[in-house]
């Protein structure tokens, strides 16, 4: 039976199918990240192409990380806070997140690409450390932008609201500022609402158990 949006944790534990497919999520999850720093070295370490792109070449590059990872983090923090009481939601989310990330790699591996002209580092305290952990930094890791992506993912998971309506808010905000940092391209950008919707139309068929 449809696991419902009320669902309690004490109620979501007792069904076996709901363990197995967190514990399985989560495994690949940790399996994913352990694998990423070699996959973002070989990214950085390739060669690739630089893409004509008359926004950036119009719009001045500037330092906006702090900004930039200031609503990123209050972001996922507001979504985290929102999904952790709701295990359903919260599943789903865990397996569009972990099909965003496969997807982005995919398109990472046929679009190697050089980073914009005139690029302003964008550096990430925490990600830098843990996912990206290279010789050099990684700036190749364009098409299409995790950040945006990652934003707009928790505004499709949460519920519908005021919640939903910041998280959409701050969406658009990091498209614009990873733009300003010319840390991306305009197409990385655009495409980033297109793989969010194809990863969360794939996490909802990843069981009748999971429905919406």
Sequence with gaps: M????????????????????????VTLLLLLASQL???FAWVQ????RVLPDPLLAWLPAHDVSGATFAVIYLGIGLGVATL??????????????????LLRCFTL?????????????????????LIYAAPAPITKDLFFSGHT??????ALAVPA??????LLLGTVTIGALVLVQHAHYTYDVLAAPLFVGLAWWLSGQIGEEVKW
């Design 149 to 154: 992506a990652t934003l707009l993912l928790l």
């Design 109 to 129: 591996l046929l679009l190697p690409l050089e980073p914009p002209p005139g690029l302003v580092l964008l550096c990430d305290p925490l990600v830098d450390q």
């Design 37 to 39: 720093p070699h996959y």
């Design 84 to 101: 952790l009481p709701r295990p359903a939601r919260l599943l789903r989310a865990l397996w569009a997140y972990l099909g965003l990330h």
């Design 2 to 25: 449809p696991f419902p949006d009320s669902l309690t944790w004490p109620a979501a534990w007792r069904h076996s199918a709901f363990r197995f497919r967190l514990g399985a999520v």
């Design 161 to 166: 609201g005021w919640r939903r309506q910041v």
């Design 45 to 48: 370490a390739r060669p690739g």
